[in-house]
């Protein structure tokens, strides 16, 4: 009989962090829609997923080109474990090209004792100014961009990781990929939208001056939203 109540527990307990999941992942989507933010879904992300998986941390880090990275959202169980506004140096979340094709694959890292594996040197030093014991990195993949890393700390004790939570991690990590290629796409179709209407206008317009000050304007909002160097406008005569 014990055994029985035990395995109803158990199930149960399942389905109240299936329930919980399913919720969280509905937040996410909902938030990528209302904010057309990546910063706003990945505060969402960091905080629902720490509070279900009841972790001392959770961060997200945003991948360069270069291998390093930086703390661009996070949830932490105390103020001191915080490093949203710490200054960490040089971050390299990938310090190798195979490390960085297996993020792009999809494959997760799981570390229950970080005293017990091989470890750089400058990761060990950078993940002990952390506190980490225990850790999972779950890739973020937007498309076929890696665009972060899904960081999950257990500061306080080592920690054993159960399937399940690796399991919810990559899940996570998935949904947040599908918020952020949203995201991105609607913030590509509102400037391309503000790019046509700034353009129509400039053509339209009989006063020259004004037609140079909107294309000025356009030609701005391209550089700035595409991240490029220089935007030329050919016109005919």
Request: proline share 3%.
């Amino acid at each position: 009989f014990n055994q029985l109540v035990a395995n109803f527990d158990f199930t149960l307990q399942q389905q109240q962090l299936a329930a919980q999941a399913n919720k969280l992942f509905g937040k996410i989507a909902l938030t990528a829609q209302a904010s057309v933010n990546r910063v706003q879904v990945y505060k969402t992300g960091a905080s629902g997923i720490r509070r279900l998986l009841q972790a001392d941390r959770v961060s997200i880090l945003q991948c360069n080109p270069d291998g390093t990275g930086i703390v661009i959202a996070e949830s932490v169980a105390s103020g001191d474990l915080a490093t949203l506004a710490t200054p960490l140096g040089e971050m390299y979340i990938v310090e190798s090209p195979t490390e960085l094709e297996r993020y792009q694959q999809g494959q997760s890292v799981t570390i229950n004792d970080l005293q017990q594996i091989f470890l750089s040197p400058n990761r060990r030093d950078f993940l002990a100014k952390l506190q980490v014991k225990s850790m999972m990195l779950m890739p973020i993949v937007a498309g076929t961009q890696l665009i972060g890393l899904l960081s999950i700390h257990q500061c306080s004790r080592v920690r054993q990781w159960q399937d399940w939570e690796i399991s919810f991690g990559n899940q996570a990590a998935q949904r947040l990929g599908l918020a952020i290629e949203q995201v991105m796409t609607w913030n590509t179709q509102a400037v391309e939208l503000r790019r046509t209407n700034m353009l129509s206008q400039a053509l339209q317009t009989n006063d020259p001056a004004e037609s140079i000050e909107l294309l000025d304007r356009a030609v701005a909002t391209i550089c700035q939203e595409f991240n490029l160097d220089r935007v030329m406008v050919f016109g005919t005569t």
